[in-house]
């Protein structure tokens, strides 16, 4: 079992930044996939990062490519979501979630674990 807690939302204007981070804990080691969902009102859950166990894979929703970037540190068991030029059409909840499985996927069912999520709201 793990669970994640996000941190880091809030309100920002547009052409602003914020760092969202998730602390993982449960597991013992850190080999999993871990990425970041998210859910604007009226709107279905989207894609918008992913990390492989190493770091060394990522992969990025088209909305968010050289906007954001995500990043973890297993020494800390957390994961980062850098949010840079950010726009109104961003606002969401934003979700952690992790995968047992090796590799990174774009497709929510692929996923063992989700935090509660934490609101992005941007203004124009």
């Known amino acids: 079992q793990v669970q994640l807690v996000e941190s880091g939302g809030g309100l920002v204007q547009a052409g602003g930044s914020l760092r969202l981070s998730c602390a993982a804990s449960g597991r013992s080691d850190s080999s999993y996939t871990m990425g970041w969902f998210r859910q604007a009102p009226g709107k279905e859950r989207e894609f918008v990062a992913a990390i492989t166990w190493s770091g060394r894979g990522t992969y990025y929703a088209d909305s968010v490519k050289g906007r954001f970037t995500i990043s973890r540190d297993n020494a800390k068991n957390t994961v980062y979501l850098q949010m840079n030029s950010l726009k109104p059409e961003d606002t969401a909840v934003y979700f952690c979630?992790?995968?047992?499985?090796?590799?990174?996927?774009?497709?929510?069912?692929?996923?063992?674990?989700w935090g509660q999520g934490t609101q992005v709201t941007v203004s124009s």
């Open positions: 979630t992790a995968r047992v499985s090796r590799g990174v996927s774009s497709d929510e069912v692929a996923y063992d674990y």
